[in-house]
């Protein structure tokens, strides 16, 4: 296959974020890209414009909220969207995954969980429990399985500015980071931290916190994990901060990652 580069971008409203994604597309080559929250129905989901640019989809949305898209220079040998374990809610328009040969991606748009008070926030948690048992059935950990997205937590110190304010923060309170090294424990390397060890490193600056960007105040949220015998063949992986400085941008960016495969 040769180097296979996956990316990940919380779009935050995919028909709003359609010129930033042309001008990085333009100068960016991606085999997997990986949306979340586009925030569009499927029967308003703007596939035209990916197609053009040679792009195969798979989506599932609904609106105003949620929804999750890969676009993929190859077609999909299979692909399927939501949790798949009969609980509710199911999580289609938070799951999508695809299957290239012996390559699996899982594309995942993990609830924020609001407050810890609020009971979304076991909702969030249970969310990742049942995470854990998706990627079991995709071949976690002995497949090429790369599970990536906006996974909603900052797992270390490292990943959020001020991590001294943010200990009862939904993405930084200890039960979620737990669970994320649980989920990792299954057998997931954070692909990133594997290339980009050190501080500063973010995807999400907050549209609520004044120049955010350029005082570099943010968080890592949005990841790629993989299996050993997938992050063993990573080349590469960083966020490209350029497109949240653009006009009008999402307030993630998007994170990359390249696989010798």
Known sequence: MGNFKIATFNVNSVRSRLPILERWLAGNRVDCLCLQETKVEDGSFPASFFEDLGFHLCFSGEKSYNGVAIASTVPPDEHGFGLGDGEEPSGKTRIAWCRFGELRVVNA???????????????????????????????????????????????????????????????????????????????????????RPGEGEYSFWDYRVPNSLERNIGWRIDHILATAPLAERSVDSYADREPRAWERPSDHTVVVAEFRL
């Not at 048992?133 to 900052?154: C, H, I, T, Y």
């Not at 490292?158 to 009862?168: A, G, M, R, Y």
Request: aromatic share 10%; net charge positive; hydrophobic share 35%.
């Open 109 to 195: 748009y993990v609830p924020q969980g609001k407050t810890i008070d609020n009971p979304d926030y076991p909702m969030k948690l249970r969310f990742f429990r049942r995470l854990e048992e998706l990627l079991r059935s995709k071949g976690v950990p002995g497949e090429q399985v790369a599970l990536v997205g906006d996974l909603n937590v900052a797992p270390t110190e490292i990943d959020v500015t001020h991590p001294e304010n943010k200990k009862n923060h939904v993405c930084y309170h200890e039960d979620v980071r737990k669970a994320f090294w649980s989920l990792c424990s299954l057998g997931l390397v954070d692909v990133f931290r594997k290339h």
